[in-house]
C-alpha cells in the first residue's frame, strides 16, 4: 500500500470530524425534536465567519496566542443565536404540522445567507492563522498540517462527551427519554419544552463548534450553509437517529469516500455519496445503527 | 381504478370572479403594455411553476424543495436542443422538454414518495441539489456555470421578441393548463389525494394504494413544472445552472406561501404579485434572500394562509 494513502486516509478522518460535529447535533435535534432544522448549516457557516473574524482580529491586535480561545467564542454565540431563535420562533410551531418548521427553517436559512453575504462578503472567507501557527508534522517522509490532527482529535472527544452526556449523565438520561417518546415523557413529568430547549442549545453548540474549528482550514462562502446541512441529513438517513456512534462511524465513511473521491473521481464524489445515500435508504430507511 | 372524470362544483362568486380574471388576462397586453406584458407573460409561467408545487403541498401534503429539478431540466433540455443540435422551432422543443422533465419526475417521484416530510423534503431537495451539480461540471454539455442561451425563437408570422404574441401563446398554455388541473384536483382521483393527505392510515384502510396516488401527483407536478420550464426559456433567453437549485424551488414555495397555499387561484396570485414585486425590488434591493426570508418566516409563524386566506375568510364562495 502507498504511503500516500495514508494522507488520505486522514484527510477522511479529517473531513470526518468535521461532519460527525455538525451531523451529531442535527441528530440530536431531530432525534429529541422531530425537527428538520434546514437553519443547522447555518449554524455551522456562523461558527466559521465568526471564529474567523476573531481569529483575524486576535492576530491583529497582537494577541495571537487567543486564537484557540475565540474559537470556544464563537462556538458559544452561535450556541445562544440558536437558543434565542428556538425560544422565539421554533416554540409556537411545535404543535402545527411539520410543514410550517420546514418552511421556517427555510426562511431562516435565506436570511442567513443574506446576512453572511451582508457582513462578511461573497468571496470565499478564510482565517488560516491558527493553521500556520500549528506547523506540520513530519512523519514516514511526508509533512501533516498538525491543525488536522487537532480536528480530528476534536472530533473524537466530541464523540466520547457526547456518549459520556446521553449515557452517564441525568440529563442525557431525559433526552433519550424524550427522543423515544416525548408524550410519554411529558406524562411521567419532564418538562419537555425545557428539554427541547437544552437539545437544541447543544446541537448549535456542535454546529459552531464544527464551523470554528473548520475555518483556519477551509474557506467560508454563503453557500456552505446548504451544503453542509444536506451532507449532515446524508449522514442522518444512512446512519439513523438511534446511534451517536453510528453517526461517527458514518461520517468516517463519508469522509474517507470523499477524501478518496477527491483523488479518484473529482467529477463525481458529491454524486457518489448522494448515490450510497439513496441506496441506503431504499433498502434500509430506518439507517444502517437503529 | 383512477377516474379522472370531474363533477366540479363552482359557485356563482366563483364563476364571476374567474370571468372577470379571463377577461382581465385576455385583454392585458392593452391595459398593461410593454415592460409590463412581458412581467405578466413571466408570472404566468411562474404560475403553473407555483401550482406544480402546490399539486404536491395543498393537494398530497408533502413539501418539495425539489420542483426546479424538472423545471430546469426542461429549461434546459430547451437551450441544449438548440445550442447542440440546431433545432429552433417551438413545436419540437417544448414538447420533448415537457416529456423529459417528466421522466425524471415519474423516476424520481418513485423513489420520493416512498417516504414522507423531512425525508421527502430533504430528497427532493438534493435531487435538485444533484442535478445543478451534474450541471456544472458538465462543462462539455452545458457550458459550466456560464449556461447557455437562445436568439429568439419563431413564433408564429414573428418571433419571440413580440412579446404581446408571446402572452398569447403562454395565457392559451396557462389556460388549458389551468382548466387541466381544477378538473384534476376536483375528480374522484384528486379528491382522494386530498383525503390521503388528511388521513393517510383511514384511506389506506379502506384499500387506497397510497403510494401509487403520490407517485401520480408527482408526476403531474413534473408535467406542471416541466411546461413552466419550457415556456420560461424565451423570456429569460439565458439559462444558468443556477435553474435548477433550491433557490429556484424557493421561489415557488414563497409564491404559494404568499398568495395562500389552500386555495386554487392562490398560487397564480402569489406568482403575479412576486414576479411583480421582485422586479422592482431587484431594481433597489441589494439583499433581496434576507427580504424573502424575513416574509417567508413572518407568513409561516402569522399569515400561514397567506393573500387568497384573508381574503376568503372576508368573502366566502372563492376557489
Known sequence: ?290 | MIKLIAKPRIGRKGLAITTVFILILVAAPFLFPGHNTYLLTLSLVMALFAMSFNFLFNYAGLLSFGQAAYFGAAAWTVVLLYNHLGINSMLILFPIAIIVATALAASFGYVCVRYTEFYFAILTLAIGELLFFLAIKLRWLTNGSDGLGIPYLPLLWTNTMNVTAYYYVVLAFFMVCVLIAWLIINSPFGLIVQAIRDNPTRIESVGVKIRRYRWIVFIISGIYAGIAGALAVPLHGHIVPDILRWTVSGEAIFMCLLGGYTSFLGPIIGAIIYTFIRDYAIAKLVYWQLFLGIIIVTLALLFREGIMGLVRRKIKGIP
Open chain 1, 1 to 290: 500500500m502507498k504511503l500516500v494513502m495514508l494522507v488520505y486516509i486522514l484527510n477522511g478522518i479529517f473531513f470526518a470530524s468535521i461532519l460527525f460535529l455538525i451531523s451529531a447535533g442535527l441528530v440530536l435535534i431531530f432525534g429529541a425534536m422531530n425537527i428538520l432544522n434546514l437553519a443547522h448549516g447555518s449554524f455551522f457557516t456562523l461558527g466559521a465567519y465568526l471564529a474567523g473574524t476573531f481569529i483575524i482580529l486576535s492576530t491583529r491586535m497582537g494577541f495571537p496566542a487567543l486564537m484557540f480561545a475565540v474559537m470556544i467564542l464563537a462556538t458559544v454565540i452561535v450556541g445562544i443565536v440558536g437558543l434565542g431563535l428556538e425560544v422565539s420562533l421554533f416554540k409556537p410551531i411545535y404543535e402545527r404540522a411539520h410543514v410550517y418548521q420546514l418552511l421556517l427553517t427555510f426562511g431562516l436559512v435565506l436570511i442567513f445567507e443574506d446576512i453572511f453575504r451582508l457582513i462578511w462578503g461573497t468571496t470565499s472567507y478564510s482565517a488560516p492563522e491558527p493553521y500556520t501557527y500549528l506547523g506540520y508534522l513530519t512523519m514516514f517522509g511526508f509533512e501533516y498540517p498538525v491543525y488536522a490532527f487537532l480536528v480530528m482529535g476534536v472530533g473524537i472527544l466530541s464523540l466520547f462527551f457526547l456518549i459520556f452526556l446521553l449515557r452517564k449523565t441525568r440529563i442525557g438520561k431525559i433526552i433519550r427519554v424524550v427522543t423515544e417518546n416525548r408524550y410519554m415523557a411529558a406524562a411521567l413529568g419532564v418538562d419537555t419544552k425545557r428539554v427541547f430547549s437544552q437539545v437544541f442549545f447543544i446541537g448549535s453548540i456542535l454546529a459552531g463548534l464544527g464551523g470554528s474549528i473548520t475555518i483556519p482550514m477551509l474557506v467560508a462562502l454563503p453557500g456552505l450553509a446548504v451544503e453542509m446541512v444536506v451532507l449532515a441529513f446524508a449522514v442522518i438517513i444512512v446512519s439513523g437517529i438511534k446511534s451517536i456512534e453510528g453517526v461517527y462511524v458514518v461520517s468516517l465513511i463519508m469522509g474517507l469516500l470523499r477524501s478518496f473521491g477527491v483523488v479518484y473521481f473529482p467529477e463525481f464524489v458529491l454524486f457518489i455519496i448522494y448515490l450510497v445515500v439513496i441506496i441506503v435508504f431504499m433498502f434500509r430507511p430506518r439507517g444502517l445503527f437503529e
